[in-house]
């Protein structure tokens, strides 16, 4: 029977990247902020059209019409993508591989709702710039993930 010698090298977890770190608090606070007003919205959907059509006549924004005429479950819909993505960083945070595949599904789902939901015949390029980013600053970190 071989003796086991205790180790003079204390166990050491792996060590979270800065930017993982700064990317989790980002998304964080995005995804968080963003699952927020989708439940509210849903929630309150006639006030919000009432608010949203008087700011809109008041100050003159283009396209809000196109919100208007979204139903409430679009927002709805939308939250619980934004909650997928927020479950993702959280894993992420922990260092666990599945949780970059769970964040990369919900923003992929995220890009393709509002063409569903509202018509559109292509996504936003903001939202496949800044998911398009996010997903490409997190994949840099997989090798630190298990």
């Known amino acids: 029977m071989e003796e086991q010698t205790p180790s ?34 849903a929630g309150f959907y006639d006030v919000f059209v009432a608010v949203a059509q008087e700011f809109a006549e008041k100050f003159k924004i283009p396209g809000v019409d196109l919100l208007l005429e979204t139903k409430p479950l679009f927002f709805l819909v939308t939250a619980i993508f934004y909650a997928g993505s927020v479950v993702g960083a959280i894993l992420m945070m922990q260092l666990k591989k599945i949780g970059f595949h ?8 995220l890009i393709i709702a509002p063409m569903y939901f509202m018509h559109l015949a292509s996504p936003g390029i903001p939202e496949l710039f800044f998911s398009g980013l996010f997903v490409l600053l997190y994949s840099t970190n997989l090798k630190f993930m298990s």
């Open 102 to 109: 769970i964040y990369t599904i919900f923003q992929i789902l």
């Open 8 to 41: 003079l090298l204390p166990e050491t977890k792996p060590q979270r990247p800065t930017l993982l770190t700064v990317l989790c608090i980002l998304t964080f606070i995005g995804s968080g902020m963003n699952l927020f007003s989708g439940l509210v919205i």
